[in-house]
């Protein structure tokens, strides 16, 4: 059996992408030695194509409209176009993020906008934010708990992270 995975993406102005996340299959279906379900590197495949296309679709969505200017509705120029990095606990995303000039009508703001930097400011989700302290958290308590002196800042056995 043969498989295939696609995310269908409607954006805010209507228009529709269908994207293929992940294909696999094509074992024989009278053997009994092929795997049964996905596996781990499937599913970790499948996950990373998703948040790919899910963080690519909602940039690109955002980036169209604060192009427009909130006060005139005229398009602002495009100065360039970079790459961001995003990081999640399924991979890092890298997505195309145009910089615009400001508008004509702005007469106080004369500073590029970069949409791409207002959805992901830290370039890391809060998920992935969260599980880095925890687990520098233990790391550290882990590895600090022989060399402190009196023990009572530290723990004699490493925490345990509860999810």
Same mark, same amino acid.
């Given at each position: +059996?043969?498989? !295939? /995975?696609?995310? &269908?993406?409607?954006? @805010?102005?209507?228009?529709?992408?269908?994207?293929? /996340?992940?294909?696999?299959?094509?074992?024989?279906?009278?053997?009994?030695?092929?795997?049964?379900?996905?596996?781990?590197?499937?599913?970790?495949?499948?996950? =990373?194509?998703? $948040?790919?296309?899910?963080? $690519?679709?909602?940039? =690109?969505?955002?980036? @169209?409209?604060?192009?427009?200017?909130?006060?005139?509705?005229?398009? !602002?120029?495009?100065?360039?176009?970079? @790459?961001?990095?995003?990081?999640?606990?399924?991979?890092?995303?890298?997505?195309?993020?145009?910089?615009?000039?400001?508008?004509?009508? #702005?007469? %106080?703001?004369?500073?590029?906008?970069?949409? #791409?930097?207002?959805? +992901?400011?830290? %370039?890391?989700?809060?998920?992935? &934010?969260?599980?880095?302290?925890?687990?520098?958290?233990?790391?550290?308590? @882990?590895? #600090?708990?022989?060399?402190?002196?009196?023990?009572?800042? #530290?723990?004699?056995?490493?925490?345990?992270?509860?999810?």
């Amino acid at each position: +059996m043969e498989w !295939r /995975v696609t995310i &269908e993406l409607r954006g @805010a102005n209507g228009t529709q992408q269908t994207h293929e /996340v992940a294909r696999g299959g094509g074992t024989d279906p009278h053997s009994t030695l092929g795997p049964l379900g996905l596996a781990l590197d499937d599913g970790k495949t499948l996950r =990373a194509g998703v $948040q790919r296309h899910l963080v $690519q679709g909602r940039v =690109a969505d955002y980036s @169209a409209l604060r192009r427009r200017c909130s006060h005139c509705q005229s398009l !602002r120029p495009l100065k360039d176009t970079r @790459a961001r990095r995003l990081r999640s606990l399924f991979g890092t995303v890298e997505v195309p993020s145009p910089r615009f000039k400001h508008c004509r009508c #702005a007469i %106080r703001e004369r500073s590029t906008l970069p949409p #791409a930097s207002e959805l +992901m400011p830290d %370039r890391c989700t809060p998920e992935y &934010e969260r599980t880095s302290a925890k687990l520098g958290a233990w790391c550290w308590r @882990a590895g #600090a708990a022989p060399h402190v002196s009196d023990g009572a800042d #530290a723990p004699s056995k490493p925490l345990r992270i509860n999810p």
